[in-house]
Nanobody
Framework: QVQLEESGGGLVQPGGSLRLSCAAS????????MAWYRQAPGKQRELVAL??????EYADSAKDRFTISRRIHENTMYLQMNDLKPEDTAVYYC???????????????WGQGTQVTVSS
C-alpha cells in the first residue's frame, strides 16, 4: 500500500503565505512525477503545479506566486504559496506516480486533501 499525506493547510488572510507538504509512504520503490491539484466548492478539480525530473509547470493562476519543490530521496513534495487570494480557497490534493517495485509499472495515487481558506 502507498499513502500520500498532505499537511500545512489552514486559514490565512489575503496576502498571506502557506507551505503545503506531501509525503509518500508505504511500499514506495520510486516516485516519478508529483503534482498539486485543488478543488473549490462547486468546481472541478484543477491542476495547480507539477514537478518532474526535468522541470516544473504551473497553472496560470499559480505562476509568480506559488513554488513547487521536492526532496526526491525523502519522497516529499512542497508547495510554497505566497500572496494568497480568496480565490485560492480550495481543498489541495497531492498526486504522485509511484512504483512499488522495479517492474511494477507506475500507478497514480491521491492524498486525502488539505483545506486552504483565504479570508479576512
Amino acid at each position: 500500500q502507498v499513502q500520500l499525506e498532505e499537511s500545512g493547510g489552514g486559514l490565512v488572510q489575503p496576502g498571506g503565505s502557506l507551505r503545503l507538504s506531501c509525503a509518500a509512504s508505504g511500499s514506495v520503490w520510486s516516485v516519478g512525477q508529483m503534482a498539486w491539484y485543488r478543488q473549490a466548492p462547486g468546481k472541478q478539480r484543477e491542476l495547480v503545479a507539477l514537478i518532474f525530473h526535468s522541470g516544473t509547470e504551473y497553472a496560470d493562476s499559480a505562476k509568480d506566486r506559488f513554488t513547487i519543490s521536492r526532496r526526491i530521496h525523502e519522497n516529499t513534495m512542497y508547495l510554497q504559496m505566497n500572496d494568497l487570494k480568496p480565490e485560492d480557497t480550495a481543498v489541495y490534493y497531492c498526486n504522485a506516480e509511484v512504483w512499488i517495485s522495479e517492474t511494477s509499472g507506475a500507478r497514480n495515487y491521491w492524498g486525502q486533501g488539505t483545506q486552504v481558506t483565504v479570508s479576512s
